[in-house]
């Protein structure tokens, strides 16, 4: 295997990922449309102008929120 | 003649905010949201399912409405901050409808995150609606650390009862430095006259809208509702009186003497 894959978890699934990762590539490939798109990794909330450029690292814990009904 | 709500610099032509929950379908709630004719909807931050991703709710929304966060879900101040951080972080708007809930029976806001919440935000540079319970001693600590609105509470959240705490919230209106917007328990639109003939500045209404058996019908009965109610409080009520007083002179034709 390659040292080159990891994991991360996202709103408490493991999830694969690979070298290169970003916030971007990882909601693209979970079919999540960025526009609202709300991130935290490891506690601190992404800025969506960092989306691109956040590389994600071995053991990083995502959380993947967006707008949802309320009152 | 110009009756614009403004909070924070913001001028809002529709005195309604309304609520996106609890709707049969998206669809419903983006018919309900344009018959309302309200400029400023609340949305709560949920975790994405990963299994079911579908659409989000402002996919559904008309582009001309703006979004207020809510911080729905939070059971302390941090858990309230967290949201915010989060929802300005991704992109939503740095307004942030407040609201620390720790107890599911009754959703009654807890007064004492809220205000540390409330500090906290503002200082991040976050236009602060708390949602509160009729408080005006609370409202005055609210104003104080820099907050854009009050949101009191007119009955618990989706009861339906209407201004129960009535007085309190007159004792708000009277004393405001910000607006006061009647949030939660209004049930018909009646209510929402009565909130505004007592002179608060706005409503937010969502269950009562987004429950009844046409939605969209119910919008557009609370817009009148609320711009009745406005046009009273500006127009000036009479006095209450405890006797009769006559609109026909009592001397007529058909007078005995």
């Known amino acids: ?71 | 003649m110009d009756d614009s709500l403004v909070i924070a610099g913001r001028e809002l032509r529709s005195r309604l905010i309304t609520g996106t929950g609890k709707y049969a379908s998206p669809e419903v709630m983006r018919d309900a949201v344009i018959a309302s004719g309200c400029e400023l909807v609340t949305v709560a931050v949920g975790r994405i399912d990963l299994d079911t991703v579908g659409e989000a709710i402002t996919d559904h929304l008309p582009e001309d409405v703006g979004l207020l966060p809510n911080t729905a879900g939070s059971a302390t101040a941090d858990d309230a901050v967290r949201i915010a951080r989060l929802a300005r972080a991704g992109g939503l708007p740095d307004w942030i409808k407040l609201e620390v809930i720790p107890d599911p029976r009754w959703l009654l806001p807890d007064p004492v995150e809220t205000l540390r919440a409330a500090e906290q935000l503002v200082d991040e540079g976050f236009t602060v609606l708390p949602y509160v319970l009729p408080d005006p001693v609370l409202q005055k600590r609210l104003e104080a650390v820099g907050c854009a609105a009050v949101m009191p509470l007119a009955a618990p959240i989706g009861s339906g009862r209407g201004l129960k705490l009535r007085h309190a919230i007159e004792i708000m209106v009277e004393q405001a430095e910000v607006p006061v917007v009647v949030d939660a328990g209004l049930g018909a639109p009646s209510h929402a006259a009565e909130a505004m003939e007592l002179g608060a500045d706005a409503v937010l209404v969502n269950t009562a809208i987004a429950r009844a058996d046409d939605p969209a019908a119910m919008a557009r009965a609370f817009r009148l509702a609320v711009e009745a109610g406005r046009a009273a409080r500006l127009a000036g009520l009479i006095e209450e009186h405890e006797t009769a007083e006559a609109s026909s002179p009592l001397g007529g034709l058909a007078s005995r003497s």
Request: hydrophobic fraction near 40%; proline fraction near 4%; charged fraction near 25%.
């Open chain 1, 1 to 71: 295997m390659s040292t080159e894959a990891f994991t991360v978890t996202v709103n408490g699934r493991v999830q694969a990922a690979g070298r290169g990762e970003t916030v971007s590539s990882l909601l693209e490939r979970l079919g999540v449309a960025p526009r609202y798109a709300l991130v935290e990794r490891n506690g601190q909330p992404v800025e969506r102008s960092r989306y691109d450029a956040t590389l994600l690292e071995d053991g990083d814990t995502l959380v993947v929120a967006r707008p949802v009904a309320g009152g």
